[in-house]
């Protein structure tokens, strides 16, 4: 598995590739928590590329749902293949958290919430590669 | 079709895809076989690290039976189990995993919900987690 970050226009995005299981979620876990603790907590989640995720997977996102929606902000899912969006429909979790088809779709809910909650756009840099 | 497998959860993916490949010429429709390497590897994965704390000299062997109409997958030694906590992981709603923030319990969730028969047993003092799932 390899995750890429970027953060653009202030939201973080995650692409994520490969393979999401309970070997690979500790690395995924971490990002998040970095992520919450410098309050960064709108995420983008770029699922283009990712193959398989387990219930490992799913929990990192779980685990820190609430805390992501008590800072304001929120998960967006884009671009999942039939596979992997099937295990979070069996969970029952598709109605629960935002999965959309395309990255435009997900850049169009920030915007929306960004515009509700009267935000100005601020632009932050860099990018890290987890191997 | 038997596998055995060191019990550490670095082989799952190599695991995964032996399973696809096995799978490949069943029969099986793609969404099928997706299904059920899930079932298998969070069985899997539950054994490793809860039944086995992901002590790597051991192992976990996989024993899978499969027919047209249906396929039985044997996994053991999965260590110790309790069954009063296994109900309470399956049947917690996930407004409540969510509310507590755990990172496991959806394992079970899944297996339960692919699988039409999970059934959970000792033998020769060994512990096994036996699933089957009916086709047609």
């Known amino acids: 598995m390899e995750i890429l970050i970027e953060t653009v226009s202030n939201i973080l995005h995650i692409h994520i590739s490969g393979e999401l299981d309970a070997n690979s ?14 309050r960064r907590t709108r995420i983008m989640i770029d699922c283009h590329a990712l193959r398989y995720i387990s219930s490992a997977g799913v929990g990192v996102f779980l685990s820190h749902l609430d805390d992501i929606k008590n800072l304001g902000g929120r998960f967006v899912f884009y671009s999942m293949s039939a596979g992997v969006f099937s295990i979070f429909e069996i969970l029952g979790l598709h109605s629960m958290i935002d999965i959309v088809k395309e990255h435009a779709e997900a850049q169009k809910i920030f915007d929306e919430s960004e515009s509700d909650n009267g935000m100005q756009h601020t632009r932050a840099g860099g990018d890290t590669r987890i191997p | 079709m038997n596998l055995t497998t060191v019990c550490n959860t670095r082989a799952q993916e190599e695991i995964r895809a032996f399973l696809n490949r096995y799978f490949k010429d069943t029969g099986l429709t793609e969404p099928e076989v997706n299904q059920l390497i899930l079932a298998i590897d969070e069985a899997i994965a539950n054994a490793i690290i809860h039944g086995n704390q ?42 409540d995993i969510i509310k507590e923030k755990q990172k496991g319990g959806l394992g079970l969730k899944l297996i339960y919900s692919i699988m039409d028969i999970v059934t959970f047993y000792t033998k020769d003092g060994k512990s096994y987690c036996m699933m089957v799932k009916l086709f047609g």
């Open chain 2, 54 to 95: 992901s002590d790597a000299t051991k192992s976990i062997s996989m024993d899978i039976d499969f027919s047209e109409k249906r396929i039985v997958i044997e996994i053991g030694d999965i260590g110790l189990f309790d069954e009063s906590l296994r109900k309470e992981k399956v049947s917690k709603e996930l407004k």
């Open chain 1, 25 to 38: 979620s500790i690395e995924l876990d971490e990002v998040i928590k970095k992520a919450i603790a410098e």
